[in-house]
């Protein structure tokens, strides 16, 4: 069983084998389909802008 993480939990460490993606020249990291942005305590969960 695989659980999504809920948008704006933020977590220490980026799961291995994530990817790098720039939008409008913001940095995000994504892995099956969940997105982070890089916070000064960690990464946290984000929408896609415009989704």
């Known amino acids: 069983m695989v659980v999504r993480v809920p948008r704006g939990a933020v977590v220490s460490n980026l799961p291995k084998g994530h990817k790098v993606k720039v939008?409008?020249?913001?940095k995000y990291y994504t892995f099956n389909d969940v997105y982070w942005k890089q916070?000064?305590?960690?990464?946290?969960?984000v929408s896609l802008p415009g989704v």
């Open 23 to 26: 939008i409008n020249k913001v």
């Open 39 to 45: 916070t000064p305590t960690g990464y946290i969960v």
